[in-house]
T-cell receptor, first 112, second 112 residues
Framework: TQLLEQSPQFLSIQEGENLTVYCNSS?????LQWYRQEPGEGPVLLVT?????EVKKLKRLTFQFGDARKDSSLHITAAQPGDTGLYLC????????????FGQGTILTVHP | DADVTQTPRNRITKTGKRIMLECSQT?????MYWYRQDPGLGLRLIYY???????NKGEISDGYSVSRQAQAKFSLSLESAIPNQTALYFC???????????FGPGTRLTVL
């Protein structure tokens, strides 16, 4: 069974601060996705990383896939209250079933 | 209109009752999934279906059953609800060519 360990579980910061969320596994994934979930809604895809070492940027969010494709990170620069939410990483093992393994999630609160 | 809809959005029931949660999608996707979300545990897969004739158990299928009535409809049933099935339930879809999943808004189920 593949597992994804996400840390930290909770993050409470002030507006303008930087933060990093980590997603680690002992298993190799063919791709890794990051989702954001707001209260009362389902998760929404932010990005998919596929290649080891890949870095993708989405405005103030930077996503990195580890060289060995076992880990990933999400870095937010100058966090804003609108970034508040639950962030989930999800790994695809590369089988034909399309099943995803989700991390436990990081609840981010950005205070004005 | 939302691409993936779930009904009901909230449900309170009593131990031993039979409950059905419904999911409909207009995305034309073949693959549909049911997840359960508990605080600190991320999303755990209950059942998934690749077409009307294909139903597969996920990692936590005990106590649940599903029905794929049509390509666009996938229902989750709790035959005899118990309190530890209190959780958020999400339906998701994907098109098979990509592993990205599109989630419904969720159903909050409380079993007393």
């Amino acid at each position: 069974t593949q597992l994804l360990e996400q840390s930290p579980q909770f993050l409470s910061i002030q507006e303008g601060e930087n933060l990093t969320v980590y997603c680690n596994s002992s298993s190799v994934f063919s791709s890794l996705q990051w989702y954001r979930q707001e209260p009362g809604e389902g998760p929404v895809l932010l990005v998919t990383v596929v290649t080891g070492g890949e870095v993708k940027k989405l405005k103030r969010l930077t996503f990195q896939f580890g060289d060995a494709r076992k880990d990933s990170s999400l870095h937010i620069t100058a966090a804003q209250p609108g970034d508040t939410g639950l962030y989930l990483c999800a790994g695809d093992s590369g089988t034909s079933y399309g099943k995803l393994t989700f991390g436990q999630g990081t609840i981010l609160t950005v205070h004005p | 209109d939302a691409d993936v809809t779930q009904t009901p959005r909230n449900r309170i029931t009593k131990t031993g009752k039979r409950i059905m949660l419904e999911c409909s999608q207009t995305k034309g996707h073949d693959r549909m999934y049911w997840y359960r979300q508990d605080p600190g545990l991320g999303l755990r897969l209950i059942y998934y279906s690749f077409d009307v004739k294909d139903i597969n158990k996920g990692e936590i299928s005990d106590g649940y059953s599903v029905s794929r009535q049509a390509q666009a409809k996938f229902s989750l049933s709790l035959e005899s609800a118990i309190p530890n099935q209190t959780a958020l339930y999400f339906c998701a879809t994907s098109d098979g060519s990509r592993v990205v999943q599109f989630f419904g808004p969720g159903t909050r189920l409380t079993v007393l």
